[in-house]
């Protein structure tokens, strides 16, 4: 009976033997294989970014990098302790990871300290093998090399958040970004994310009972991302950083040809490389100031175009019969509706005297425009500024822009649930009250007009590289701006033409001397208004409530190459300040690109 129970013990050992070594065996062996083999995602190597001419102006330098795949470490606080006894970590970078994996799968490798020197390498090395999971891993990450110089228009890459992966995952964008720890936040660096990105790869590695690998099984390399060369020169982006010095304020140059944005430049500004890598809670703090350096203020700044609009408004007037080219309006230095006491002062108090279309636009009347405008009403302007891009968004290839503000009736009984009153459209005339503009939506309107109608958007990118293959990068169509009678683009663009030229004209000065024939309009926008019978005085007023300086500008004059838009924050008028800034840029311009004397020209 024994010799029975023991024999079919043996049985049923060798069947289970069999069953496992025979009928399992791959199920076993593929278990086996998991443990032993695995699949590591590559990151792509980040698209570079240049400039017309072909300067770097966003690379990837190799960093050190101490990281964590948290669920391989079996007390992730003691051994956070016992790493800050090898190499520094402070406690608010053990904070920031913490708080990190959180929202991360622990099954993903997580950056615990970034820019590791050679010593901290050299001391966690040597004791690697008493933290598993812990690992340095060498990395490329972004470096802008000329940083506070182009922040607004480039952006920068920083650290992908969770809000950020669950739209990749939406997006079925998520398995792409497998080893890749950075994103586009602002700028070029996000509106072009998925070209610069590129594709993830793998390798499948065999691996040791720690986890480190033995050698390498096979690779399916990655792709890397699309160098992208944008529109701008950085020469020339350089001056407009050093024209404003400390002013507050933003320049928009661009290609009259093509809208190809040359310089982009909003100030104060701020270093992009701080993000790249995590910025500290007192730098970003210290970026939480007054000034308010985190604002592009060429797309996202709103300011009264004043009287830059001036050349926009004579067309309108001219092509609704309000007035001819010859047709004189008296000015007394002042405005008046017929029954109505209120006065809408000129800039100039004793008056222009009489004024015509030219002279209204060369000596910036502002009487001319009050009158032209109460005669037209705020629909006709509103619907006619709409189709040179005023209230909309200018088609700039980065994200963060603001419409700013068109009015018209329904956008007051909107806003305000109030009608629109006669008095409101007065100060439209002159590009105040409640009109607001961005400058790249100032530039675009007047690239508009030097092209005499020709609507070339705005934008930063030219063309994308990607091994010997070159895409053009190209924006999207809109309709031309078509007048009844085109000669009047030429009366609006002589009169600013005599603004530059003629010594009467508000930017003579600025311009005396250019070895290119340039026309412009100075604007000078008040930021509070003056109450009737005062008169403005700059220094008693708080430096934040004195005047914006504004001035548009192209040259040459018959063949225009470049156009400008400047505005200088609470620094006073047009001429004086807005003006010569324009010079200094079309100065390096033209040294940079020499005209041609009429009988080389092709």
């Keep these: 009976m024994g010799f029975v129970f023991v024999l079919g013990l043996v049985a049923i050992l060798l069947s289970n033997l069999y069953t496992i070594q025979v009928e399992d065996h791959q199920d076993y062996q593929t278990r086996s294989n998991d443990n032993r083999i695995k699949v590591i995602p590559i990151a792509p190597n980040r698209g570079l970014i240049y400039d017309r001419n072909g300067v770097l102006l966003a690379e990837n330098k190799p960093v050190y990098n101490l990281e964590v795949i948290p669920e391989e470490v079996d007390d992730l606080a003691k051994s956070l302790e016992q790493v800050s006894k090898i190499i520094t ?33 050299a001391k966690f090395s040597v004791n690697q093998h008493k933290f598993p999971g812990f690992s340095i891993e060498a990395r490329l990450a972004r470096y802008y090399p000329y940083g506070d110089t182009l922040t607004h228009a480039l952006g920068y890459v920083a650290k992908l ?41 793998s390798q499948r590695v065999e691996v040791n009972n720690r986890g480190r690998v033995i050698r390498t099984l096979s690779m399916t390399p990655p792709q890397p991302g699309s160098d992208i060369v944008l529109t701008l020169d950085i020469g020339l982006q350089q001056i407009a950083q050093h024209s404003l010095k400390d002013m507050r304020g933003a320049i928009v140059v661009m290609d009259a040809k093509d809208g190809g944005v040359l310089a982009l430049y909003s100030n104060p500004s701020y270093d992009p490389n701080l993000f790249v890598h995590g910025i ?14 985190l604002i592009n203020r060429t797309t996202q700044g709103r300011y009264a175009p004043a009287s830059t609009v001036k050349p926009h408004m004579a067309i309108l007037a001219l092509e609704e019969n309000i007035v001819t080219e010859s047709t004189s309006v008296w000015d007394p230095g002042f405005f008046q509706i017929p ?91 002159i590009g105040q009250g409640y009109w607001t503009a961005t400058p790249i939506q100032i530039a675009n309107a007047t690239n508009i007009l030097v092209n005499k109608g020709i609507n070339h958007p705005p934008h930063l990118a030219q ?46 000065r600025a311009f005396k001397g250019a070895n290119y024939d340039p026309a412009g309009k100075t604007g000078t926008a008040q930021v509070v208004s003056i109450a009737q019978g005062e008169r403005y005085d700059a220094k008693s007023l708080k430096e934040r409530q004195r005047d914006n ?12 190459k470049i156009v400008v838009s400047i505005v200088v924050e609470n620094t006073g008028g047009g001429s004086s300040v807005g003006a010569p800034i324009a010079r200094q840029l079309m100065d390096y311009y033209f040294a940079a690109n020499p005209i041609e004397p009429a009988g080389k020209q092709q």
């Design 280 to 293: 500290s809670s007192k730098d970003y703090k210290a970026l939480l100031n007054p000034d308010r350096p």
């Design 89 to 121: 970590i402070t406690d608010q970078q053990k904070e920031d990871f913490l708080k990190d994996i959180k929202h991360t799968r622990r099954f993903k490798s997580q950056v615990l300290k970034t820019r590791l020197n050679e010593s901290d390498v």
């Design 161 to 201: 958040n969770r809000k950020e992966l669950n739209k990749l995952e939406q997006e079925d964008q998520a398995t792409n970004y497998r080893a890749t720890h950075d994103i586009g936040k602002l700028g070029i660096e996000k509106y072009y994310e998925q070209l610069l990105h590129g594709q993830v790869g």
């Design 549 to 560: 300086a504004i001035y548009i500008g192209f040259a040459p004059y018959n063949d225009p």
């Design 339 to 429: 029954n109505v006491d209120h006065k809408w002062r000129d800039w100039k108090r004793w008056g222009h005297g009489h004024v015509d279309v030219y002279k209204a636009i060369e000596e910036s009347c502002d009487t001319y425009f009050y009158d032209a405008a109460y005669r037209l009403g705020i629909t006709k302007i509103s619907n006619f500024m709409a189709r040179f891009g005023f209230g909309d968004l200018s088609g700039i290839d980065i994200h963060e822009e603001t419409t700013a503000i068109l009015p018209s009736k329904e956008w007051k009984e909107g806003r305000f649930k109030e009608s629109w009153w006669r008095g409101d459209t007065i100060s439209v005339g």
């Design 463 to 508: 063309v994308a590289k990607k091994e010997d293959q070159v895409t053009q990068i190209n924006g999207e169509e809109k309709p031309p701006v078509v007048l009844n009678n085109p000669d009047h683009w030429r009366i609006a663009l002589d009169a600013m033409h005599n603004t530059v030229k003629k010594v009467t004209g508000t930017a003579h």
